[in-house]
């Protein structure tokens, strides 16, 4: 049986094919069609708590064999989509929706998107892709009627170029240049970044993007203005896949690829802290070491990271060979045994998953608190009790499962689906129960045509 390929594998061979039949490499080509979904590398909900419910889905396409010019960020009314699954009434068949019946905003962005972050009071989505060398600014407005959701002084649907962040050395008085292959991002309040700090004197956000060559780029962001590169950190471990921090300790984690560490290393994760200066733009990243996780064998690749919102102090983390999600205690003091300053953190629980895990998510179903996991090359979708660390439910047979975001008021999980260019719906509903049983969570609704290639099964 042929193997799935891996993601950059895919798009390595997807790219020969598609430059060596271009006739005209200097054609700027066609722009995307409008409310089209076309290889999704992102997804997030809008705003939501226990009184009110997400108003949007956000989807971000990559245009991943560059048949169009751009990517794109669009924003589906959700009531829409409720209306939409509700009219289908076929007990048992996967309601399909057009796309252009429940969108409600849109615009257009480079290409080959890799990762995006949302900031703190969630009035910015920050963007980063493969094919441009900056970072991208686009403002939201959730508390909009129709259009204007996703605002970037765009022209004819494109973000304006003032958006791009960190390509002009001499805006920052370190020269510092926004790197090539970003690949994770991060944003926290500048005052969280380390103990003691009044937000009075230390205003705005801080923006970390993770670079595949061993960077990290530190932004500030100060809110009209938009952000600004302040540093580029470098001479770190090569190719991390995801950045998190945690604002307990005021540290950030990277997960790294474990091609890359010395033969007999058990290097996992590398750690990252601030120096917050009285001048904003002297504040800077440095280096704190790396730290292996107990419990988890040498060499292991570490894909994706999360703060545990159920456990205090606890980072999850998904690692390959074999796929598992580790429970890794990063807190302090006597109840986690970990001491300030070690160089190694215990994986508390792992759990075995689907292989290519990408991304994670925690929402709460009911009182229970649930983590899904987006397995790519196995095509599954793992639904994981992050109290009991028990597996809830498994979804196998899908196409490419990449991003996925849970709905807790509708108690929904949606799932961008890579391979078909479309998102799907799944019903949580049977596992708001907190018990050990494992149930089924049925996909209710798909979002978008199908639109499955053939080279990436």
Avoid at 51 to 70: E, I
Avoid at 109 to 134: C, E, F, G, I, W
Avoid at 261 to 282: D, K, N, T
Wanted: with cysteine.
């Amino acid at each position: 049986m042929r193997q799935p390929c891996a993601l950059f594998g895919c798009l390595t061979a997807l790219l020969g094919l598609h430059f060596a039949s271009a006739c005209n490499l200097a054609n700027v080509g066609d722009p995307p069609p409008d409310a089209d979904i076309y290889f999704p590398t992102g997804l997030f909900l809008s705003g939501q708590s226990d009184g009110s419910a997400a108003r949007f889905l956000y989807v971000l396409n990559s245009n991943f064999d560059l048949r169009y010019n751009r990517g794109s960020i669009q924003a589906f009314d959700l009531d829409a989509l409720d209306a939409r699954l509700g009219q289908c009434g076929d007990e048992g068949l996967t309601c399909q929706i057009e796309t252009s019946q429940v969108l409600v905003d849109e615009v257009l962005v480079p290409s080959l998107a890799t990762s995006y972050n949302v900031s703190p009071d969630r009035k910015r989505l920050y963007v980063a892709t493969r094919t441009d060398q900056s970072l991208l600014y686009i403002d939201l407005d959730e508390e909009a009627d129709g259009e204007a959701i996703l605002q970037c002084d765009e022209s004819e649907r494109r973000c304006n170029d003032d958006r791009r962040r960190g390509t002009d050395g001499s805006d920052n008085a370190r020269g510092a240049v926004f790197p090539p292959e970003p690949v994770a991002i991060a944003s926290l309040p500048a005052a969280s970044a380390a103990p003691g700090l009044d937000p009075e004197n230390v205003p705005g956000d801080f923006v970390m993007v993770a670079h595949r060559w061993g960077q990290v780029s530190l932004f500030h962001d100060s809110g009209a203005a938009g952000p600004k590169l302040i540093q580029v950190l470098d001479q770190l471990p090569l190719e991390p896949t995801g950045i998190e921090f945690d604002p307990a300790g005021h540290v950030a984690y990277m997960s790294l690829n474990a091609r890359t560490a010395s033969p007999g290393s058990s290097r996992l994760l590398s750690r990252i802290a601030f120096s917050v200066e009285s001048s904003i733009e002297a504040s800077y990243l440095y280096d704190v070491g790396a730290v292996a996780i107990d419990g988890v064998a040498p060499q292991r690749s570490t894909r994706t990271l999360l703060m545990n919102p159920a456990r205090a102090g606890q980072l999850l983390v998904t690692g390959d060979r074999p796929s598992s999600l580790l429970f890794v205690d990063i807190g302090t003091g006597a109840e986690s045994g970990v001491a300030l300053g070690s160089s190694t953190v215990p994986a508390r629980e792992i759990v075995t998953i689907g292989d290519g895990p990408l991304r994670l998510a925690h929402g709460k179903i009911g009182e229970r608190d649930l983590l899904a996991v987006a397995c790519f090359d196995g095509k599954q979708l793992y639904l994981i009790d992050a109290v009991r660390s028990t597996i809830a439910a498994v979804i196998h047979n899908l196409n490419g499962p990449f991003d996925l975001a849970i709905d807790s008021q509708r108690q929904r999980l949606y799932l961008a689906d890579f391979r078909s260019s479309s998102v799907l719906v799944v019903d949580l509903s049977a596992l708001a129960e907190s018990d050990d049983q494992r149930t089924d969570a049925p996909i209710i609704g798909q979002l978008g045509i199908p639109k499955v290639v053939q080279e990436l099964q």
